[in-house]
């Protein structure tokens, strides 16, 4: 009997250590795009080629990586990580942006021109719960939006094909940048607050005459809860994963607008700064320590360049926006 209880608890020990060395295994955060895998196999390069690419290299990455999607799993171990799932969903929403502004903006001439029917329908599958494991699966949308992005992808690179189009402007470029300043400037609050902070009311600042629909207090205190600590640090570190994606992509297919506009070096910055936020992290934890004490502070390093890489886009959006 005793015996029994022994092996029975060697073999507890030797599948829980299986299962760490597993979790540790899928939790190496996947590779930037590299800029060669953006062209076209043609020597004339096609308007939204790249920044199509990216999107399918982006999703294509999360799906098949080292454990594949984790946001949806019901088994050990991946229910009990939180890291990579974290780093899913923050991809996975600039992902949904990106897929959302290529149908609205960057397929369409105009307002009155319709919609993309593969776009429409490749956005809609990216909006389905990232955590929905029954029918139908996570995954299994999120792989049936990769193909109808790889069927735009094709129309736009037919030449013969003038129904499916990318346009490359100034002011569809804008639009897509307008969402990533929210985001960027989300992300940084929630990573500012892991040292929790009295923010100040300023929702209406800037006009005498606005009004809200129920009252807020003029300043609160904000402080991430010390178990979301990683979970926020990992979202954002996703969430900027893709965004270099796809800014590397945004160089490649509005390089002459960009030129125009004397912008270039301003993606450049920006996609140097979201270099920056995937560097490899060397401590086992994420570490918490107040502002300027003896422990780091992980998430104030990620919230610095964030903040920069978002003041970046603003100086973008005002070159873009002018004549």
């Known amino acids: 009997m005793k015996m029994t209880w022994k092996k029975g608890a060697g073999i507890g020990v030797l599948v829980s250590l299986i299962g760490y060395f597993i979790g540790i295994w899928w939790s190496i955060e996947p590779d930037v795009i590299e800029p060669q895998a953006l062209s076209a196999n043609n020597s004339s390069h096609v308007a939204g080629y790249a920044t199509t690419t990216s999107l399918i290299f982006t999703m294509e990455t999360l799906l098949d990586k080292p454990g594949g999607w984790l946001s949806n799993d019901i088994l050990p171990p991946s229910v009990f ?103 960027l400037g989300s992300m940084s609050q929630h990573l500012s607050a892991s040292v929790g902070q009295d923010r100040l009311n300023t929702d209406l600042a800037g006009d005498s005459e606005a009004s809200q629909s129920t009252p807020s207090l003029a300043s609160k205190q904000i402080k991430t809860s010390w178990w979301k600590i990683d979970d926020v640090f990992y979202e954002t570190r996703g969430a900027t994963w893709a965004l270099l994606n796809f800014m590397r992509a945004i160089e490649v297919d509005f390089a002459d607008v960009l030129k125009k506009k004397n912008a270039t070096v301003s993606v450049q910055q920006i996609i140097r700064e979201l270099e920056e936020t995937q560097q490899a992290v060397w401590s086992p934890i994420i570490l918490n320590g107040s502002g300027f004490g003896v422990v780091a502070n992980h998430s104030l390093v990620m919230a610095n360049y964030v903040s920069r890489a978002n003041a970046a886009v603003i100086d973008l959006t005002n070159l873009l926006t002018k004549g």
Do not use: C
């Not at 909006?127 to 494991?133: K, L, P």
């Not at 992005?149 to 490359?168: C, E, G, H, S």
């Open 81 to 183: 990580m939180d890291n990579m799932p974290a780093f899913e969903f923050g991809a996975l929403e600039q992902a949904r942006d990106l897929a959302l502004v290529m149908r609205k903006e960057f397929s369409r001439s105009q307002s009155q021109s319709a919609a993309d029917k593969d776009l429409l329908a490749a956005h809609s599958k990216l909006n389905i719960q990232h955590t929905s494991w029954l029918v139908p699966s996570a995954e299994g949308e999120y792989k049936d939006a990769v193909k109808l992005l790889k069927v735009y992808r094709a129309k736009i690179a037919d030449v013969n094909n003038q129904d499916a189009q990318f346009y490359a402007r100034a002011d569809n470029l804008n639009e897509w940048l307008k969402e990533v300043q929210k985001r």
